[in-house]
């Protein structure tokens, strides 16, 4: 049971845009949402996070949405730089464990 | 401040045969977990530890995998005997407290089951 979805496997962006990535969960139970990126061949890194009580984070080009009525949360990075260029994992936690990830996105940033 | 090391970094081994992956978190992190992430699927928790006690192991394969954390330090996660479809890359993250949703992880030992 798949309970945190990224439905889009893949996105292009142009660097200098915005990339917006999505993520929709089925578990209303989780309290707390993070967003991982990742390298080839290295683990993934924390990026940005965000608790239920809000409904926006924002951390320098970063900024997390979630709209817990439809259990949806979004990823947003303006202006996009090749640099982001990765895999980005949505994750999900209900309490202090029990720990969900997502498929991932992969996102590729054109010069 | 040192990352959270693992090793070996790539195993190969053939069906029915035993490994054992190690990991050392980042110092003074109580929490420690240890994540399976098969290809193309985001990475699924394993085992959770809190010091030396498992917090949560309810997506551990107990009749083939297991894991220890002695000492609160250090941890090992066994699989006996493996199968083809445990090829997959093992991830392990530390987090500095109870509840510490930042996990840092570390770079992952894939494993390959021929």
């Known amino acids: 049971d798949q309970q945190v979805k990224q439905n889009s496997p893949s996105l292009s962006v142009q660097e200098g845009r915005i990339s917006i990535l999505n993520c929709d969960y089925t578990n209303s139970m989780f309290d707390y949402f993070l967003w991982y990126k990742k390298y080839p061949a290295e683990g993934p890194t924390f990026l940005i996070s965000i608790s239920s009580i809000k409904d926006k984070n924002e951390d320098g080009r970063f900024t997390v949405f979630l709209n817990k009525s439809a259990k949806h949360l979004s990823l947003h990075i303006v202006p996009s730089q090749p640099g982001d260029s990765a895999v980005y994992f949505c994750?999900?936690?209900?309490?202090?464990?029990?720990?969900?990830f997502g498929t991932g996105t992969s996102l590729t940033v054109i010069p | 401040e040192a990352g959270v090391a693992q090793s070996p970094r790539y195993k190969i081994i053939e069906k029915r045969q035993s490994v054992a992956f190690w990991c050392n978190p980042i110092?003074?992190?109580?929490?420690l977990y240890w994540y399976q992430q098969i290809l193309g699927q985001g990475p699924k928790l394993l085992i959770q530890?809190?010091?030396?006690?498992?917090?949560?192991d309810s997506q551990l394969p107990k009749d083939r995998f297991s894991a220890e954390r002695l000492k609160g330090v250090d941890s090992t996660l066994k699989i006996q005997p493996a199968k083809l479809e445990d090829s997959a890359v093992y991830l392990c993250?530390?987090?500095?407290?109870?509840?510490?949703?930042?996990?840092?992880f570390g770079p992952g030992t894939r494993l390959t089951v021929l």
């Open positions: 994750a999900a936690s209900a309490g202090s464990n029990q720990f969900y």
């Open positions: 110092s003074g992190h109580a929490t």
């Open positions: 530890f809190q010091n030396n006690g498992v917090v949560d």
């Open positions: 993250a530390s987090s500095s407290r109870a509840g510490g949703h930042e996990q840092f």
